[in-house]
């Protein structure tokens, strides 16, 4: 999506994360951040609190280095918006196929 869509806005999600490493480190290093968030999405799913990756907010690192305390030289690999699903929101509202996800979105 670009500027001005709901992935800037984190899908109304009340808080967000970022994850980064420094820029000088290569893509297998970045795999193993995105292993790393896999494993936070597990357990934030665990306690109930829902998750939405978003690699798209890496396009935008700029506004995320002046309001977060990301070190100096390193790069935003994805963001994470996360919360407790609003079971009202329309997209919560979907069918769904066997395997939980949204079907006909």
């Known amino acids: 999506m670009g500027p001005g869509g709901r992935d ?4 109304d999600a009340p ?3 970022f994850f980064s490493l420094a820029a000088t480190m290569g893509l297998v290093n970045a795999v193993d951040v995105g292993i790393f968030a896999q494993t936070v999405m597990l357990l934030m799913a ?4 829902a998750t939405c990756p978003q690699g798209s907010l890496a396009a935008y690192p700029d506004p995320v280095h002046r309001v977060a305390s990301i070190p100096e030289g390193n790069a935003i690999v994805c963001g994470m918006s996360f919360g407790y699903e609003n079971r ?3 997209i919560n509202q979907l069918p769904r196929c066997e395997s939980g996800l949204p079907i006909g979105a």
């Open 15 to 17: 808080h967000v994360a």
């Open 88 to 90: 009202d929101a329309r």
């Open 8 to 11: 800037r806005s984190f899908y």
């Open 46 to 49: 665990e306690r109930g609190v």
